[in-house]
């Protein structure tokens, strides 16, 4: 073995809808929404189509969709430059493991990259100690002296 995933990372299109709704309805599962993937891929679907965000794929060499992360643009008064929300990210419980989170995160900051990007940013809960060691391996810096509102309407 190489040490070379056996997946590739690319950028999704509406072609992938089909695949990717089925995941991303896991996704809202995992943060307790019911299942509805008719939601999942008209929301995917509108996304893509009106260019408002950007969605990787892992694929297995077979074309099977084994995880995602989708990034939100967004701009920085203060720095008056434009950066990138990874607003998602999530892996298919059976291609946990496998460096696929990894790839997909390291995916997201030559994006990030190539776009020119002052930064790009996420959020993970308190509890998700897992997902912070991930993201602090690959470079995040936690931030601190901020806090987080939200304003449900």
Excluded at 37 to 63: P, Y
Excluded at 77 to 105: E, M
Aim: proline fraction near 4%; charged fraction near 20%.
């Amino acid at each position: 073995m190489t040490g070379t995933p056996a997946f590739s990372i690319v950028r999704a299109t509406p072609a992938d809808l089909d695949a990717l709704a089925p995941l991303f309805d896991g996704y809202r599962m995992f943060y307790g929404k019911p299942s509805n993937v008719a939601v999942a891929r008209a929301f995917l679907q509108e996304r893509l189509d009106n260019d408002e965000s950007v969605i990787f794929l892992a694929r297995e060499g077979d074309g099977s969709v084994l995880g995602f992360t989708q990034l939100y643009p967004c701009f920085s008064s203060v720095s008056a430059r434009r950066l990138w929300i990874l607003n998602d990210l999530f892996v298919s419980p059976a291609a946990r493991r496998r460096g696929v989170a990894k790839s997909l995160l390291r995916r997201a900051r030559e994006h990030g990259l190539e776009t020119g990007v002052i930064r790009l940013t996420l959020q993970t809960g308190h509890d998700n100690a897992q997902a912070q060691a991930l993201y602090e391996s690959l470079g995040w810096v936690r931030q601190e002296g901020m806090y987080e509102y939200a304003l449900e309407l």
